[in-house]
C-alpha cells in the first residue's frame, strides 16, 4: 500500500496536528500520512517509509541528484524528471514478494498540485501495459435535501477533468450517504464511459470495518481482478464477518476520557481512538470518547469533568502548552483510582505528577516544558541536545523493551521482550529512578540495556489499572487483534464501568502475530 501526497512538505512529521491530523510511525522510523494507519489496520501488513511520498521529497530527491550531476546537465523538468520520480517511487514497492501495488494519489482532481501525480500514473500504464494497471477514482454523489435527488454532476465534472488529464477511470467509487440506485448506476456509466459493473455504491457505514463487506457485496473486487487478468476465487471473510459481528455486538457503554492539546481535530488521535474502540471489541464494550482539553488545568478538576469517566487516556504531543492539565488529569486518575493509560508524552506527565506529589519533588517538570526546573524528572538525550533541525532527529521507528516479570504490562504482553514504535525526543532522567521507584512507581519495561524506561506502572494493591509507556502502541493494534495494552486497558475500564474488579492478567481474543524485527541500535 502506499499514499502520494501532493503537499510541499518533505514529510508530516513538523505538521501541525489541527491541519493534517496524527502522524503515523511505520517500523523503519518512517513519519507519514495517517492513511497508512488505516492501511495497516485493514491489510495487516507492516509498511514503511517507501510507502509514504510526498511532493518535497519528491523534488527533494530530483534536486539532490542535479546536483550530483545525475542528469547529465539537462535542464531539470517536471516531464520528465519530476514524473519519473514518482513513477521510480511506485515501483520501488515492486519487489518479488508483492503481486499487486495499491497508490493512492491524494488531494483532489483539478488541483494545481496534484497535476504532475496525474501525468505520472498516466505514464505509468503506458510504461508497464494497459492490462496491468487499473485506475479507481472515488467520488462523492451528494444529496440535495430540497429537491429530494442525488446529484452526478461532482461525478461527471471530475471524471472530465481526469479523462482530459489522459486518464480513464476503469471503476468510479461513488461516495454517498445512501445507496446509489441502479438507474444513477446506469447514467453514470454511460456518461462516464465505464461499465456498469465498474459503478461502485460506497454508501456510509455505521462502521467503519464494515466498508470491506460493503465493497465486496458490489463486487468491486471480483471486477479488479477480472480487468487485472487475476486469478479470481471466492475470498475467505469469515474472520472479517465475526469481527464486524463483535463490533455490532459490543454493547456495555463505557466512557473514557481523552486529555489531550488537539482534542478540536479528533484526526490528531486517529489511531489511540481506534485502539480504544478495538479494546472494546474485545471485551463488549462500546466505547464512548469524551474529548477533554487539557489546556485548562484548574477547570479540569473543579468542573468535575473527570468525575463520571470509566477511564483516563493520555496520548502523545509537543510543547507546553495544555501540559499542566494533562498533569492534573494523570494525578487524578492516580489518586482516585480510575483505569489510566499513559502515551509517550502521557508516559512523561505521569512521571512528572508522581515526582510532585508521591516523591515530594517541588517544581519537578521536563527540561522540554521548563528549562530551569529543579527536577527534571524527564531529559533530553545526550545526542539530541546540540541538534537543531526539527525533521528526523527522534528516537523514530521500532525498539525492544525487556518487561519485569511480575508487572502489569508482562501479563498483558505475555512475552518477556516486547517491540513497539516511538516517536519522541525526551526520556524518564536516570538520576531521578530510584528516588521514584522508592515512592513506589514500577519501571516495569527498559531497555535491553536497562537504560531507558520504556514502561511505568504502580503496583495492582496500589491502582486497579495504572500504566503508561514511552511508546506508541496504537500503531499497532488490529481491529481483530487488539493490542495487549489497550486489551488490558479497556477491561480494567469495563471492569469499572461494571462495578468488578479488576482481572489479570488479560487475554485478547485471538493469537498475536506480530513480527518480531532484529534489535535496532
Not at 445512501?178 to 448506476?185: A, G, H, S
Not at 468535575?304 to 477511564?311: Q, S, V
Not at 502502541?473 to 488490558?488: G, I, Q, V
Amino acid at each position: 500500500m502506499q499514499k502520494l501526497d501532493p503537499y510541499i512538505n518533505v514529510d508530516p512529521g513538523t505538521m501541525n496536528p489541527f491541519q493534517h491530523g496524527e502522524v503515523f510511525v511505520t517500523d523503519d522510523g518512517g513519519e507519514t500520512d495517517l492513511d497508512l494507519g488505516h492501511y495497516e489496520r485493514f491489510v495487516d501488513v507492516p509498511l514503511s517509509k517507501k510507502s509514504n511520498a510526498t511532493t518535497g521529497s519528491i523534488y527533494q530527491e530530483v534536486l539532490a541528484k542535479e546536483r550530483r550531476g545525475a542528469y547529465l546537465g539537462q535542464t531539470v523538468q517536471v516531464i520528465p524528471h519530476i514524473t519519473d520520480e514518482i513513477k521510480e517511487r511506485i515501483l520501488r514497492l515492486a519487489d518479488d514478494d508483492v503481486d499487486v501495488v495499491i497508490t493512492e494519489v491524494g488531494g483532489t482532481v483539478g488541483d494545481i498540485e496534484i497535476l504532475p501525480f496525474l501525468e505520472a500514473i498516466r505514464q505509468f500504464r503506458k510504461d508497464v501495459g494497459r492490462e496491468n494497471v487499473f485506475y479507481v477514482h472515488v467520488t462523492l454523489v451528494p444529496f440535495i435535501g430540497p429537491s429530494g435527488e442525488q446529484k452526478t454532476k461532482p461525478t461527471q465534472h471530475s471524471v472530465t477533468e481526469l479523462r482530459g488529464r489522459g486518464i480513464q477511470p476503469d471503476a468510479i467509487v461513488c461516495r454517498s450517504d445512501r445507496p446509489i440506485p441502479t438507474r444513477l448506476k446506469e447514467k453514470i456509466s454511460q456518461l462516464c464511459d465505464v461499465p456498469e459493473e465498474g459503478i461502485v455504491s460506497a454508501v456510509d457505514a455505521d462502521n467503519l470495518y464494515e466498508i470491506p463487506l460493503v465493497l465486496h457485496d458490489e463486487g468491486l473486487d471480483d471486477y479488479v481482478c477480472r480487468v487485472l487478468q487475476l486469478e479470481e476465487h471466492e475470498p475467505n471473510l469469515d474472520d472479517w464477518k465475526e469481527l464486524v459481528r463483535r463490533v455490532r455486538s459490543a454493547d456495555q457503554p463505557v466512557r473514557v476520557g481523552l486529555v489531550g492539546k488537539y482534542v478540536n481535530l479528533p484526526d490528531a488521535y486517529l489511531s489511540v481512538a481506534e485502539a480504544l474502540r478495538h479494546g472494546g471489541y474485545a471485551c463488549g464494550a462500546k466505547v464512548e470518547i469524551d474529548w477533554i482539553a487539557s489546556d485548562d488545568a484548574e477547570g479540569l478538576l473543579a468542573e468535575g469533568r473527570l468525575r463520571e469517566l470509566d477511564g483516563i487516556v493520555i496520548p502523545g504531543g509537543f510543547g507546553f502548552r495544555g501540559i499542566e492539565g494533562k498533569i492534573a488529569a494523570a494525578g487524578y486518575a492516580r489518586e482516585q483510582r480510575i483505569p489510566y493509560l499513559g502515551l509517550c508524552l502521557g508516559m512523561q506527565c505521569a512521571v512528572i505528577e508522581f515526582a510532585r506529589d508521591a516523591c515530594g519533588l517541588a517544581g519537578a517538570n521536563s527540561s522540554e516544558f521548563d528549562p530551569h526546573t529543579p527536577h527534571p524528572v524527564i531529559d533530553l538525550m545526550d545526542e539530541q541536545r546540540e541538534v537543531v533541525e526539527l525533521g528526523g532527529t527522534m528516537r523514530l521507528g521500532l525498539y525492544p523493551a525487556r518487561l519485569e516479570p511480575g508487572s502489569i504490562v508482562h501479563a498483558a504482553y505475555d512475552e518477556e521482550v516486547v517491540y513497539e514504535r516511538h516517536r519522541h525526543r525526551y526520556e524518564v532522567n536516570n538520576r531521578y529512578r530510584s528516588r521514584l521507584e522508592e515512592s513506589g512507581l514500577v519501571c516495569s519495561g527498559t531497555s535491553p540495556d536497562g537504560r531507558l524506561v520504556e514502561f511505568v506502572e504502580l503496583s495492582v494493591s496500589e491502582h486497579p489499572f495504572f500504566v503508561s509507556t514511552q511508546a506508541h502502541p496504537e500503531f499497532k493494534s488490529r481491529p481483530d487483534r487488539p493490542h495487549p495494552l489497550f486489551a488490558a486497558f479497556m477491561r480494567a475500564v469495563a471492569d469499572r464501568a461494571d462495578g468488578r474488579a479488576p482481572r489479570l492478567p488479560i487475554e485478547t481474543p485471538t493469537e498475536r502475530r506480530d513480527m518480531v524485527p532484529p534489535v535496532r541500535s
